[in-house]
């Protein structure tokens, strides 16, 4: 390193120094020092104040219908006249049953920004604040653990401001609904036998933990554990897994009638495409099933 190179690198901070003290020859040691530590605090504030912007939870508020109509006029149209106006009042499914696959959808497909809505809508439609907690560890198995984590970070914030408390939630633990062993040793038997090989973990905690403990959650009716998982499936576009889940809900007490309406709910929250591929399962399962 030459020595012209060496002097301009030691010499740029004390230059700037310098230059600061020649325009004020008569400040005192101290009144550099208090300077200097106003420049620190106030730097210390603004990184703080940025922090606390990371740190606090924002979510996307959906926009109101009038925005929509800012946007488009026709979508606000639909929105207002054939989601809500049509849709959410035919009867061959109740509002809670609407709000649970509405939920259901959003959740599986991470879609926080009607949440809040729904979240909202579904406790003024009777769904208890126990069973969306309930709905969310579901959907932690059947959407992935981040999306139940982004729906429970949502819930909270609703939950708090309905004043809904740790006393109206299920425990982390406790006793189970009933299991028919049969089926469940059928079902166990045919998954080691199909996969047992290739991911014994997936079979392993298929068994003990799926089928064994958070299907047996008392917080949580066997018909609406389906209703939810057949809603996550078509939503997340995983039709190979339709046809059972479809036959258990139906075995759970949710009627032909009730599932057809399902799947046409979920053409709107859902798109289109995801239930088309499912209509071919759907029909098959229904043209199967003994009529009773």
């Given at each position: 390193m030459s020595s012209t190179t060496s002097k301009s690198q030691s010499s740029h901070v004390p230059l700037e120094a310098g230059a600061f003290l020649k325009k004020a020859p008569k400040m005192t040691i101290l009144t550099v020092v208090l300077a200097s530590a106003s420049l620190m605090l106030g730097a210390c504030?603004?990184?703080?104040?940025?922090?606390?912007?990371?740190?606090?939870?924002?979510?996307?508020?959906?926009?109101?219908?009038?925005?929509?109509?800012?946007?488009?006029?026709?979508?606000?149209?639909?929105?207002?006249?054939?989601?809500?106006g049509d849709l959410w009042k035919r009867p061959d499914l109740p509002p809670r049953d609407r709000s649970i696959v509405t939920l259901s959808t959003l959740i599986?497909?991470?879609?926080?920004?009607?949440?809040?809505?729904?979240?909202?809508?579904?406790?003024?439609?009777?769904?208890?604040?126990?069973?969306?907690?309930?709905?969310?560890?579901?959907?932690?198995?059947?959407s992935g653990w981040a999306n139940a984590t982004s729906a429970a970070a949502v819930a909270k914030d609703v939950f708090q401001r309905r004043g809904i408390?740790?006393?109206?939630?299920?425990?982390?633990?406790g006793g189970r609904l009933p299991l028919n062993e049969t089926t469940e040793a059928q079902r166990a038997s045919q998954v080691s036998a199909n996969f047992g090989s290739v991911a014994p973990g997936v079979v392993q905690y298929t068994t003990d933990v799926l089928f064994r403990d958070v299907w047996l959650r008392p917080g949580l009716a066997p018909r609406d554990?389906?209703?939810?998982?057949?809603?996550?499936?078509?939503?997340?576009?995983?039709?190979?897994?339709?046809?059972?889940?479809l036959n258990r809900a139906m075995d759970n007490g949710l009627?032909?009638?009730?599932?057809s309406e399902v799947l046409t709910h979920l053409a709107f929250y859902a798109g289109w495409p995801n239930v088309f591929s499912a209509?071919?399962?759907a029909k098959e399962v229904f043209a199967n099933r003994p009529s009773r």
């Open positions: 504030a603004q990184t703080t104040k940025a922090t606390d912007m990371q740190t606090t939870r924002t979510f996307p508020i959906a926009p109101t219908l009038e925005e929509l109509r800012a946007v488009s006029p026709g979508f606000e149209r639909y929105t207002t006249d054939t989601l809500l599986a497909r991470n879609q926080a920004i009607e949440l809040p809505y729904h979240l909202n809508l579904a406790l003024d439609n009777g769904v208890k604040p126990g069973e969306i907690s309930e709905i969310i560890i579901h959907l932690a198995f059947y408390g740790a006393d109206q939630l299920p425990p982390a633990s554990r389906s209703l939810v998982t057949v809603s996550s499936l078509i939503a997340s576009g995983q039709v190979a897994q339709v046809a059972y889940h009627t032909q009638a009730q599932a209509l071919p399962v």
